[in-house]
């Protein structure tokens, strides 16, 4: 807590220097990404397993609260893919270090340059949206109510994580944190920088097809065409939506199962490994380290197989009925 508290403190003093910042908004940005990474891949599970569910959270996700954070989200992705692309660069040019502060500003230049006409495609599916009268929008008491959930469960995790890491040391009479070996370690760094260069246009081209072409607005559009297929969403239930997309066949493949499960293993493997990073900065009690790298490790494994298990299930005739009785009710 000390050390986190005199990064804060150091940075806020740390003027003029441009690297820094960088630094601090690299690792808000991949933070920010990842904690919306995992509320939504397990809320896309629940197309699968759950679709009465998953038409309350896309509900919920149109609300003002989460259309505002979309456009966080967004940012925090291109600035985050543009800032790691500098890394990597860097990494494999050291001699290019003197150039760190020109290279910075081509970042944000880059930022501002792609979020421009992007904020501007998604506004317009905002005003489209809630330029119609009659719109059910999810109140605040319901986002919370749901949002709890989720925090509940991460609470659950963390206590699980500090009991185990409690009764490791107690068995071991372990001094040390959660530590991997040097060889182990140097594969994570060159995985993080090639995870790095694959994400990028896969999570670019998520971004365009899923938040600025279409957009949470679109997946209950009564008779839109679902992007990247050749099926219409005729119900406008988000549950069709996902299972249109993910049914789509080319030569026999399910492309977009092949290619969101391509992105899952990548980008979750990619941010809990940076989270791992920043909870070694800043956690340095052994008891402590060890819990709350237990965490990510089963976090990191519960999520892949739960995105996983979604995206071999499928959304079968029986989530389409569950979620269009659902929303009959309503």
């Known amino acids: ?15 003029g220097k441009l690297g820094q910042w960088s630094w601090v908004f690299h690792r808000l940005a991949g933070l920010g990404t990842l904690l ?8 896309t599970s629940w197309a699968a397993f759950y679709p009465e569910d998953y038409e309350q959270a896309i509900r919920e996700y149109q609300s003002p609260l989460f259309t505002i954070g979309e456009f966080f989200l967004v940012a925090c992705v291109v600035y985050h893919a543009f800032n790691g692309l500098r890394i990597v660069l860097l990494d494999f040019r050291p001699a290019w270090w003197q150039y760190q502060q020109r290279a910075v500003i081509y970042v944000l230049l880059a930022t501002v340059i792609v979020l ?19 719109r059910d929008i999810a109140g605040l008491d319901e986002i919370i109510q749901t949002q709890a959930k989720f925090a509940g469960g991460f609470v659950v995790i963390l206590v699980g994580a500090l009991v185990l890491s409690g009764i490791f040391g ?16 140097a594969t994570m760094w060159s995985f993080m920088r090639l995870s790095g260069l694959l994400i990028v246009p896969l999570v670019f081209g998520h971004l365009a097809l899923m938040h600025v072409i279409q957009g949470v607005f679109d997946i209950t ?23 249109a997309r993910w049914d789509m066949l080319v030569a026999g493949v399910a492309i977009w199962r092949v290619y969101d499960g ?28 060890r819990a709350l790298n ?17 995206l071999i299930a499928g959304v079968d005739e029986t989530a389409y009925e569950i979620a269009k009785d659902i929303t009959a009710l309503k």
Do not use: C, Q
């Not at 107690?170 to 370690?185: A, V």
């Not at 089963?298 to 739960?306: D, E, S, T």
């Open 36 to 43: 919306f990474l995992i509320l939504h891949v397990v809320d």
């Open 262 to 289: 391509l992105l899952l293993a990548l980008v979750v493997i990619h941010g809990f490994n940076g989270l791992r990073y920043v909870v070694n900065d800043y956690a340095h009690t052994p008891w402590i380290n």
């Open 221 to 243: 559009g009564s008779g839109i065409d679902v992007i990247g297929t050749d099926m219409v969403n005729e119900s406008g239930k988000a549950v069709e939506f996902v299972g």
């Open 170 to 185: 107690l068995l071991t009479r372990s001094t040390s944190g959660f530590n991997l070996s040097g060889k182990l370690e």
């Open 116 to 134: 421009a006409p992007t904020f501007v495609l998604m506004l317009g599916h905002v005003t489209d949206f809630y330029g119609e009268e009659g």
């Open 294 to 310: 237990y965490a990510i490790v089963f976090g990191m494994v519960a999520l892949i197989a739960i995105g996983g298990a979604a």
């Open 1 to 15: 807590m000390t050390t986190l508290v005199t990064t804060v403190t150091e940075t806020l003093r740390y003027r």
